[in-house]
C-alpha cells in the first residue's frame, strides 16, 4: 500500500505562484508512475501533469503547459508541482496519483492510479 499527502495549497492572487508537494509512504516511490489531478466545483476530475518513475518522462494537459512543472525526487518519496503565473480556472482540488508502471511509462487516466491522495485546495483569486 501507499499512502499519499497533498499539502502546499492555498488561495494566491492571479499571476502568482504556488507548489504543490506530495509526500508518500509505505513504499518507495521508485517503481511508480505519478501524476497530479484537479477537480473544480461541478466538473470532473482531469489530468493536469504525470511523470514517469525515471522522471525523464513528463505530460502537461495544454492548459498548463508552459506555467506548470511536475518533478520527482524518489530519495524523498515526493513528487512536486510547481505552478507559475496562476489563473482563476486553475481553482480546484489538486490530488496526487500513483501506480506502478514500466521505466518510462506514463500514466495519463484515472483509472490507470490506485493510489490517491486526499487532496489540497487551490484557490486563485481575480
Known amino acids: 500500500q501507499v499512502q499519499l499527502v497533498e499539502s502546499g495549497g492555498g488561495l494566491v492572487q492571479a499571476g502568482g505562484s504556488l507548489r504543490l508537494s506530495c509526500a508518500a509512504s509505505?513504499?518507495?516511490?521508485?517503481?511508480?508512475?505519478m501524476g497530479w489531478f484537479r477537480q473544480a466545483p461541478g466538473k470532473e476530475r482531469e489530468i493536469v501533469a504525470a511523470i514517469s518513475w525515471s522522471g525523464g518522462i513528463t505530460y502537461y494537459a495544454d492548459s498548463v503547459k508552459g506555467r506548470f512543472t511536475i518533478s520527482r525526487d524518489n530519495a524523498k518519496n515526493s513528487l512536486y508541482l510547481q505552478m507559475n503565473s496562476l489563473k482563476p480556472e486553475d481553482t480546484a482540488v489538486y490530488y496526487c496519483?500513483?501506480?506502478?508502471?514500466?521505466?518510462?511509462?506514463?500514466?495519463?487516466?484515472?483509472?490507470?492510479?490506485?493510489?490517491w491522495g486526499q487532496g489540497t485546495q487551490v484557490t486563485v483569486s481575480s
Open positions: 496519483a500513483a501506480d506502478r508502471a514500466a521505466f518510462s511509462k506514463i500514466l495519463t487516466r484515472e483509472y490507470e492510479y490506485e493510489f
Open positions: 509505505g513504499r518507495t516511490l521508485s517503481f511508480y508512475a
